[in-house]
């Protein structure tokens, strides 16, 4: 009879040979290492986790479940070519595909959200949402709900409402991208030179907004390089301008094309003794429809003009701050 604990060994040592490798593919910190046409993460720390990805047709795709820690990396197919057909369509645009996001709950009763642009993805606190607010709440979470140790508790099964009530909108408008505000006749005259330039170098960056009650939480992390055609613009003053009112404003807009994917967690309120939602807004440039070289004056007799004017979709200026229809949706004002 022959023994078979020679080749058990070699198994052993092989499948541990791979997994070793496999982490060691995965502990990519400066992007995400492809295999086969999966994205591959090591989801580091403790929680439960959530990948997900909003597609163009307004729908948001659960990617992956899981629990961090594990041995061996997570697999993700990503459908970032829906987008990359999309948004590549030879128009002379800056466009940048969106990243997966991660949303995770960690053990010791945290709630972060990250965008995931490296293989080695921690669930620490630099991607904590903080839910506790300044209010000091005496109350206890329902049984068996997650305390954030302030306000609001987590349904423990939170991972299976969202695919369900998540979604997203692509938004195409003009944006301020930067502004001068000058009030109270605090100055008689003022001088400025604006420069902006957007190129393949330049990151697009989900913002991401959570609205609970009476606080609101903003954070910011890095998503794609823009790919395509450039922009560049120049916009000064020639001379000393009059300040002759009591505000006086200036704005720099370009047309953007952005998305806005909505998810909601459900949570209980112990302030209020309400089941209700934690509503999450994350928005993402696609694409830039300004592009070219633009050189902008401005003087106190010929007010605004243009000296070079070379691309598509004309940057303005405007003395208020561009306010597109999804703005006023979100906050609640208008019609549409």
């Known amino acids: ?18 997994a070793g490798a496999l982490s060691y593919t995965a502990g990519n910190e400066d992007s995400v290492t492809r295999i086969l046409g999966y994205d591959v993460y090591k989801i580091e720390g403790s929680g439960d986790y959530i990948i997900y990805y909003p597609l163009p047709n307004g729908s948001i795709k659960v990617l992956r479940k899981g629990e961090a820690g594990k041995l061996f990396p997570t697999f993700v197919k990503v ?6 057909r999309q948004l590549s369509t030879g128009e002379e645009a800056l466009y940048a595909p969106p990243t997966p996001l991660i949303l995770y709950v960690t053990r010791d009763g945290n709630l972060g959200i990250k965008s995931l642009t490296s293989s080695r993805v921690e ?21 068996g709900w997650i305390d954030f140790g302030g306000r609001y508790c987590l349904n423990p099964q939170w991972d299976l409402y969202f695919e369900s009530r998540a979604k997203s909108k692509t938004f195409n408008e003009w944006v ?34 959570i609205d609970v009650g009476p606080f609101a939480v903003l954070s ?4 794609h390089h823009f790919e395509g055609w450039a922009l560049d613009i120049g916009y000064h003053s020639l001379g000393p ?29 112990k302030l209020t003794g309400r089941y209700v939602d934690i509503e999450m807004a994350q928005t993402y440039p696609i694409k830039i429809h300004s592009t070219g070289k633009y050189t902008i004056r401005e003087s106190s007799t010929r007010g605004t003009y243009f000296t070079e004017s070379q691309g598509n979709n004309l940057p303005r200026i405007t003395t208020t701050p561009a306010s597109g229809t999804s703005q006023k949706k979100r906050s609640g004002k208008g019609s549409g």
């Open 1 to 18: 009879m022959v023994s078979k604990k020679p080749l058990l060994i070699v198994l052993i040592l092989l499948g541990g040979t791979a």
């Open 79 to 84: 459908p970032r070519q829906e987008w990359i």
């Open 123 to 143: 669930l620490d606190g630099k991607g904590i949402l903080n839910l506790k607010g300044e209010v000091e709440v005496i109350g206890s979470c329902p049984r």
């Open 176 to 209: 301020s991208v930067m502004g001068l505000k000058i009030e109270n006749r605090v100055a008689e005259e003022m001088n400025f030179d604006w420069v902006l330039v957007l190129s393949r170098s330049t990151y697009s960056y989900w913002t991401i907004g």
């Open 220 to 223: 910011v992390s890095k998503g």
């Open 241 to 269: 301008l009059t300040v002759n009112s009591d505000t006086w404003e200036r704005y720099l807009n370009i047309k953007v094309e952005y998305i806005v994917a909505h998810a909601k967690v459900p949570a209980y309120d």
